[in-house]
């Protein structure tokens, strides 16, 4: 495995390999490794000749109270896991030389980046769109990894990717979750051990709308309504948004018709998780 920290260099080797004739998987993440971000990988090496991962926190997309400078980076352990994957390049930018001093030169998809996640996030998902196509433009993916755990960032960017017309197939893998039901998350780890059983009824409401819907409910106020009521009565989780929406759109949705999904955010103690379901009818 290489590990490049430049990114001219990183940007000439991709077109090398392209011009060798070689596929590129790409994998973007934020470091603290999980099985998770594995499963991206092993779906990029799966379809691809060549998988590349690239570990960035990217200043950007995180808000002036949030969590930039605390998020977790183990980044010997995150290498050793990418060479056991058997990744090919991993690439590990310094945020000064992914913007420079003076970066004025933003990607927006307007109208679905200030819902859900966007509403109390100003700016994230430009600040995700932003650097997705940076790292687009580098590692000239022909496909690129990204988790349904972030199903509004995996909307916005298949849109952006399709809009802005990069090259690059989006794929988007299930979620991956404890044997418990968490789904997850980089984030997991700030929580103690009684908050990790607190945040299970996230999943569990979850589960259960997707039986409603199996049932042959459709009636999203009825489905958010058994949700809600299970999550206020087990204690210690705050939900800040539940909502259904068209999985194309993220319009909320009254019926369940086509592909929707359930999206929720919630804070067990300090911490946000968010979680999601795709459901058709
Ligand atoms: P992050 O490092 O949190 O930015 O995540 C990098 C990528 O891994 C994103 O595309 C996430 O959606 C994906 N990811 C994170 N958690 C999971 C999970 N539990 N299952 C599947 N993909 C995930």
Redesign the pocket.
């Known amino acids: 495995m290489k590990i490049i920290r430049d990114i001219r260099t990183m940007q000439r080797r991709a077109g090398e390999l392209k011009r060798e004739g070689l596929s590129i998987g790409f994998v ?5 490794l ?1 099985e ?2 594995l ?2 990988i092993r779906g990029s090496k799966k379809e691809n000749d060549i998988t590349c991962v690239s570990i960035f926190v990217n200043p950007i997309q995180f808000g002036p109270a949030e969590d930039f400078s605390n998020y977790p980076r183990p980044a010997r352990a995150d290498i050793a896991l990418c060479k056991k994957e058997g990744v090919d390049f991993l690439f590990m930018p310094s945020p000064g030389g992914l913007y420079g001093s003076d970066f004025r030169s933003f990607v927006e998809v307007a109208g679905l980046s200030d819902v859900l996640c966007g509403a109390s996030r100003k700016g994230h998902f430009r600040g995700v769109a932003t650097v997705v196509a940076k790292l687009f433009n580098i590692a000239q993916p022909d496909r690129a ?6 199903c509004q ?2 909307v916005i960017i298949t849109r952006m990717a399709r809009e802005l017309n990069f090259p690059v197939k989006i794929r988007v ?5 404890s044997p418990e039901g968490l ?4 984030r997991n780890a700030y929580l103690s051990a009684e908050q990790k059983v607190a945040a299970l009824v996230i999943s569990r409401a979850l589960s259960e709308a997707e039986t409603m819907v199996r049932q042959g409910k459709t009636d999203v106020r009825a489905i958010l309504r058994a949700m809600r009521r299970m999550l206020a009565g087990s204690g210690g989780v705050a939900v800040e948004y539940l909502e259904a929406v068209d999985f194309a759109t993220l319009v909320p949705v009254r019926k369940i018709r086509g592909r929707a999904a359930i999206l929720i955010a919630a804070r067990v103690g300090k911490t946000r998780l968010i979680d999601n379901i795709i459901v058709s009818k």
């Open positions: 973007p993440t934020m470091g603290a999980h998770g971000h499963s991206l990894y990204f988790g349904q755990k972030d960032q995996a893998m299930p979620i991956v979750r789904a997850l998350s980089s």
